[in-house]
C-alpha cells in the first residue's frame, strides 16, 4: 500500500551490462497498524549477480494489508536501523582509484576538498515531467503497479510518478554542481514527501552533510542530502515552520558518494 | 487501406538478437469489391533469417484500392485458409523443454493442467495510452503509415494507434493470469475490431478455447482467445445480443501458446 | 544564446557503435556586437574516434553574451568560409562502393542519374511532434539545454524543440523520394529559420541543388536543399515576395549525399 523507508542500503559494486540480478528478501520485523487492517513490514533484501556475489543490500518498511482482519496480531518486531551508513561500514568497489581523475573530462573542476559540511548547492536546472517519459522509465525497472500506468486508478485521473523516476530526475539534475560525486556508495535513508505528476517542474538541491575519507587512493566520500521540489526553491529550506516539509519538496534522499579529492 | 484478417501464422522459432528478418510475400487470392474500385488481395508471407531459415510463416488478406478502375475484373480467386492451426502442424521450437521449469522466478503457479477450456481469465490491470508511446513503438516496427503520426490524416485530428501496439499491450497485460503460456506457437485469427487512441486505457481478458500434450518434454499447448478493451469489462463478453462484438472492443485474437505442465 | 549558422562541414567515415567520440574546438573568429554586451564567436571543431582518427569537421558560429562588459572590444576578425564544400573536397569513405546496390531492398529505384539539378521532391509524409519524443531524443545527444526541458524558461510556456530533433526528423521524411541518397559527405549551411514546438507537424521537401560524379566506383554526389515545414507546403517556396523566408519554413540546411549510380 505505501513505501515508508529505507535504511542501511549499501552498493557493493557497479552493475555492468550482462550481469543478472536476482534479490531476495528476509523478513526483519512486523508491527500491527491500530486499525487492525493493516501493518508495517520491515525487510531486508540482498541483490546478487549470477555468480552469487551481492552487488546491493538494503532494508526497506512497507505498509501492507493484513491477509485476514481477524487473526491475532503478530508479535510487534521492531529492527533497529542505522540513522546512517557507517563510514567504516561503505565498501569501497574493488580497484576504485581517482588518483588520475579527469577532471576536463568531467565538466566540473569541484573535488572532495572543495565541499564544506553544511554547504549547500541549487542544481539550478528544471525538468517538466511528461506521461510517456515516466511510463517508459517505470517500465524499465519493472514496476507495474497500476496508479503509474491507469488514469483510472486514481480519483482526479492523474498518473502519480514513480518515486524512482524522481530519484533519477534529481540524482541527474545534480551533476550540475555535484558532477565528480560519481559512485553512490550508500543510501542512509529517503523518503518520498509529496506526490509527482506530467506538468510538474522538478527541480534539486542538495546539502553536504558529512565527509571522510576513505582507504582507495584519491577518494573521498560526500554524503549528500538530495532534495527534489516541484518548482525551484532558490531558498533551499526543507522544513516549515510548523516541522513539516514544505508543500514543494517531493524527495529527501540521504545518501554517500565517492568522489575525487 | 485496410487490413482485414489474419491465418495460419506459425512461428517456427524464437526471434534473437542479430537475427536479420527478410520476408517474401506470394498472392494466393483475389477479388474484386462490388463497388469495382477496391479489392481484397490475400497472401502468404515467409520470413526468413540470414541463413534462410525460416522464421515464421503466415496468411493474410487486405483491402487494397483497384490500380485501373476501369480494367476488367480478374477471375476471383479466394483461398481456402484453416479456421486454426491444427495442433499437428504447430511447430514446437527444437530443443524446447519445460521439465526443469522454475515456477518461483516465473512469478505465477499456473500450469498447463491447471486451464480448462471454456474459462475466462479477467488480467485486471489497465494501461492508458499516450501518443508519444504509440509512435515509438509503431516506429520500431517501421510501419510508417501516416495516420499513425500525423494529426492531419483524420478528421477528428486524432493520430489512430497501430493495431501491433494493441496486440503487444494486450499481449503483456495477460501476463498477470497466463504469466507461464511463454512462447506462442501460431496465430489462428485476429481481428482489429475499433481503432484505439491515445487517452484509452487498455485492458485484457482470456479464453481458454482449447487444449493439447505435445510430444516436447513438459510442454503443452493452450490455444487462447486474447480480447483487448479500451475500459475495463469483466463481463467478459465478446459480442454483444445483436452478435456484432460490443463498443469497447479493441481485438480479438485467436493463437496458440506452449505452458509448462 | 543562439546557434547562428554552420560551415563546411565534412564527414570522413560512418560512426559505428563503440567508437567513443572526441571534439575539440578553435576559435577562429571573433566580432562584438554593436549592443556591446554580446558578440559573435567562429569556432572550426573536429570530432576525432577513440584511435585520433578524424570523423568529422566543421565550421560554427554563435552568439555569447560578453563577460566583461566594460572590456574593451577585441579586433574584428570574420573567418572566410566557403559557401558551399567544393566537390574536391568531399572525403569518399574508404571502401564505399555501390555497383551492387540492391535497389529492390532499398524500397525505391531512384538513382543518381535520375535527378536532375532544379528539380524539388515533396516528401509528401508529415509527423506531428510531443514533448515526450522530442525531449528524449534531445538527450540522446546529451543537449542539456533547458529551453527544451523546462516549461518555465520561455514566457508561452511551451518546451522549444531542438534543432537538431528538426533536422533528424527532415532527413528521416525525405527517405520517401531520396531513399538512395544515403551517406551525408558533407553539410554547407544551415539555418533554423523558426522555433517549432510540440503539435507542430513537420513535413519537407527537397531540391536539387548541384550534382557530381565522384572516383568512387558506382557513386554519384547530390547536394540538396532539405526544407522542413510545418505543416505542409506544397508551393516549395522557401522564401516570400520580400525575400524572407515563408513563416511555415523551419530548416534550410543545405548538403551533400553519396548515392549510387
Keep these: 500500500m505505501a513505501n515508508l523507508g529505507y535504511a542501511e542500503c549499501r552498493f557493493h559494486r ?46 526497506r518498511w512497507v505498509m501492507v494489508n493484513k491477509r485476514d482482519v481477524d487473526a491475532p496480531a503478530p508479535d510487534t ?10 563510514v567504516d561500514d561503505l565498501v569501497v568497489p574493488a580497484g576504485l582509484d581517482f588518483t588520475g581523475y579527469d577532471f576536463a573530462a ?3 573542476p569541484h573535488r572532495w576538498d572543495d565541499y564544506e559540511v553544511g554547504e549547500k548547492i541549487d542544481h539550478v536546472d528544471g525538468v517538466t515531467l511528461t506521461d510517456a517519459e515516466h511510463m517508459m522509465a517505470t517500465r524499465l525497472w519493472q514496476n507495474t503497479a497500476k496508479v503509474h500506468f491507469n488514469t483510472s486508478a486514481r480519483v482526479d485521473g492523474r498518473r502519480l510518478i514513480y518515486g524512482g523516476h524522481v530519484i533519477s530526475m534529481a540524482r541527474a539534475l545534480s551533476f550540475n554542481g555535484l558532477a565528480n560525486a560519481q559512485p553512490i556508495a550508500a543510501i542512509n535513508a529517503g523518503s518520498h514527501t509529496a506526490p509527482a505528476f506530467a506538468g510538474d517542474t522538478v527541480y534539486a538541491w542538495s546539502e553536504v552533510l558529512d565527509k571522510c575519507e576513505t582507504a582507495a587512493p584519491g577518494v573521498g566520500a560526500l554524503r549528500l542530502r538530495l532534495v527534489a521540489t516541484s518548482g525551484r526553491d532558490t531558498t533551499m ?18 545518501y554517500w558518494a565517492y568522489c575525487p579529492r
Design 14 to 59: 557497479p552493475v555492468v551490462p550482462g550481469d543478472t540480478i536476482r534479490t531476495s528478501s528476509e523478513v526483519i520485523g512486523l508491527k500491527q497498524n491500530s486499525s487492525g487492517k493493516t501493518g508495517v513490514v520491515w525487510v531486508r533484501s540482498t541483490a546478487r549477480d549470477h555468480h552469487g556475489e551481492v552487488l546491493l543490500e538494503w532494508a
Design 106 to 108: 568531467a565538466g566540473e
Design 77 to 86: 518486531v521492531v529492527p533497529e536501523l542505522a540513522d546512517a551508513v557507517a
Design 237 to 254: 529550506t526543507l522544513r516549515a515552520s510548523d516541522g513539516k516539509y514544505t508543500p514543494e519538496v517531493l524527495l529527501d534522499l540521504d
